[in-house]
């Protein structure tokens, strides 16, 4: 659709105040804003569960956005604040506690508290090594929950009540569930681009850019970042929660590293440092992956290649496609 | 004292073997400045490729010497094809584009092999045990790992500081662009050091085939160990990860080892067998949180970094 575009120059077509970018993301806002009442039309109750686990999924991957993206802290550990948000819904449920509100706020806050240890000693490295430490963390947590007998150990726990809400929403009934899901999302989406525009944001992007530099006007990045670090921790422990309820099980797997990785290429194929990037990858890996294991046996085959060739020749992302403009 | 010192060559065998997937990830690191997430593949492919031209030739040390040779024509051509794109894009391009090829091969093997794993028997003569210390057995092949790895290592190290590749190698770790501009062929470079590291990854896999069974994703866990190994040395330094992959591999054996036992000691049975084991599995990824704590670099950070 839109032009070929020498970098950095906007491609200056649009209708109206509507560029493409703007357009395609009212579109996709608006599909997922409908996807129930075509899952009830056409009796697809299926696309309701694949749709429900899109958004869940693209929060957390907003969430490593906020980190990633804009202040430029590459985490190869975000599935572990999952698994922790997870975690802590199935094991308060295993334990009889089945109220939301005390079930959400604590697996908000475990996710947060574990980001801010895990922040506060991994901003010391940079580069590579704050890679791999994250990564280290998390494969501990791994482990943690694998050594956690009582819930489930390697095989996981079934959780056979959704977090209960006294009434107020079922959870149980599906539609409202993704609503609710929707609504996180629109309210996550919103809270980061407060954050991103905000005095507290352009901090962090421009530690991002230079840290140096922003130490030497006076701004003490550290303090900044490991606050970043724990906000998008708290919001991926919330998607946490929600999976859980989702899948109505928690297992260790949903920690692996590989799922780490997933949502890392959820975040590039989307477009890094754009708001609804996280999104769009989001949708676009987990559509792909199940169209291609309904054409295959083999979809890693076509994935695998074609996540290489994004890495290789789509700075930006699809936002950066769309948006005709290229990102470093 | 014999159990001790059982569980001490154990984990001697364990880093030396990380040691093999370690030096090559560390010179692609190194040199190349990048983030592969596909070398445990290679692992995987020496595994299965050392169990079907074991199975063809009859041979376990035929079978091991093609797989060997197949491993690093397989990294040179995937450094030919696909690799050397990656090298101008930043570190999240390669965690992106490696991660694609990890699940690209891990189909290519299903796809290939099947889902089953497959078995790599060894030769008779290496199933005895031998008796290293009075009363204490070993078994024969865990100490022809340790020998033959040992050996490796010395050969890394004369390539490395004796030989014209190994001194472009050195300079290319600690500036890519001048050794570049004195007119080293890089590309060419680049292509060697990849089949090398792949070469050893398969070599790593191909040895440690004979008492795993070879599997899809067999590559992945040792994968993040070798990272581990890696970044407690300090990226690019080989004798960095010589240091580490025996640090790690020792705290790894000697945790599962002794961990449980010693929680024993004023834990409950049921606490201490899974607090235990979590401890244990935790043990490598502790070791190098501190060591980052204590030296962001690495143990060896590599010069002019």
């Not at chain 2, 040691?19 to 990048?34: N, P, Q, R, S």
Request: glycine share 12%; hydrophobic share 55%.
């Amino acid at each position: 659709m839109s032009p070929p575009a020498k970098p950095p120059v906007k491609t200056g077509w649009s209708i109206g105040i509507v560029t493409p970018r703007i357009g395609l993301n009212i579109a996709v806002i608006a599909t997922l804003a409908v996807v129930p009442v075509y899952a009830a039309l056409t009796g697809n109750a299926f696309a309701l569960t694949l749709f429900t686990r899109v958004v869940i999924l693209a929060i957390a991957a907003l969430s490593l956005n906020l980190i990633m993206g804009f202040g430029g802290m590459v985490s190869f550990g975000h599935a572990a604040y999952l698994g922790i948000g997870g975690y802590a819904v199935g094991i308060l449920a295993k334990e009889g506690i089945g109220s939301g509100f005390v079930q959400w706020p604590i697996a908000i806050g475990a996710a947060a508290l574990y980001a801010l240890v895990v922040g506060a000693l991994s901003l010391r490295t940079r580069g590579v090594y704050f890679i791999m430490i994250t990564l280290a963390f998390a494969q501990m947590i791994y482990y943690v929950a694998i050594g956690l007998d009582r819930y489930g150990g390697d095989d996981g726990l079934t959780i056979y009540r959704r977090s209960g809400f006294d009434g107020l929403i079922d959870l149980s009934n599906r539609t409202v569930f993704y609503y609710l899901c929707f609504g996180l999302l629109l309210v996550s989406i919103y809270l980061v681009w407060r954050i991103v525009n905000s005095r507290f944001g352009m901090v962090i992007q421009g530690a991002r850019s230079n840290e140096r530099r922003m130490r030497a006007i006076g701004f003490p990045t550290f303090r900044y970042q490991l606050v970043c670090f724990v906000i998008a921790g708290a919001m991926c422990g919330l998607a946490g929660a929600l999976l859980a309820n989702h899948t109505n099980f928690i297992s260790p797997a949903m920690m692996h590293w590989t799922r780490s990785g997933d949502l890392i290429v959820m975040v590039v194929l989307g477009g890094m440092q754009a708001i609804f990037g996280p999104l769009i990858g989001a949708l676009t890996f987990l559509l792909l992956e199940e169209g291609l294991s309904r054409v295959t046996d083999y979809s890693n085959l076509i994935l695998g290649p074609f996540l290489l060739l994004v890495a290789i020749s789509w700075q930006g992302g699809i936002d950066g496609l769309i948006a005709g403009t290229r990102r470093g | 004292m014999l159990y001790f010192f059982e569980q001490f060559l154990n984990g001697i065998q364990l880093g030396m073997l990380l040691f093999l997937l370690a030096a090559g990830l560390t010179l692609i690191f190194g040199i190349m400045d990048l983030v592969n997430l596909a070398h445990g593949s290679l692992y995987m492919l020496g595994a299965y490729f050392a169990a079907t031209f074991a199975d063809w030739t009859d041979s376990f040390l035929l079978g091991a010497l093609f797989a060997l040779a197949a491993t690093a024509v397989t990294g040179m051509l995937l450094e030919v094809i696909a690799v050397r794109r990656l090298y101008d894009r930043g570190h999240l391009n390669h965690v992106l584009g490696t991660f694609g090829l990890l699940l690209f091969f891990n189909e290519v093997v299903r796809l290939i092999w099947g889902p089953a794993g497959m078995t790599l028997s060894l030769p008779s003569e290496m199933l005895n045990a031998v008796e290293v210390l009075p009363g204490l057995f070993y078994p024969l092949y865990r100490l022809v790992i340790i020998g033959v790895t040992l050996a490796v290592a010395v050969l890394m190290y004369f390539l490395i500081m004796r030989t014209r590749l190994g001194m472009l190698i050195r300079a290319g770790a600690s500036n890519r662009e001048m050794i570049g501009a004195l007119g080293v062929n890089i590309k060419l470079l680049y292509t060697m050091v990849f089949g090398l590291g792949a070469a050893l990854a398969g070599f790593a896999g191909l040895m440690q085939a004979p008492i795993l069974t070879v599997q899809i994703g067999m590559g992945e866990n040792i994968l993040i160990a070798a990272f581990v190994v890696v970044t407690i040395g300090g990226i690019g330094s080989i004798r960095g990860a010589f240091v580490a992959s025996l640090l790690v591999g020792l705290a790894d054996t000697v945790g599962r080892a002794f961990v449980p036992d010693l929680l024993h000691s004023f834990l409950s049975e049921s606490a201490s067998s899974s607090l235990g084991r979590a401890l244990s599995s935790m043990m490598i990824y502790l070791v190098m949180a501190l060591v980052l704590i204590a030296r962001p670099e690495g143990l060896f950070p590599a010069a002019g970094k």
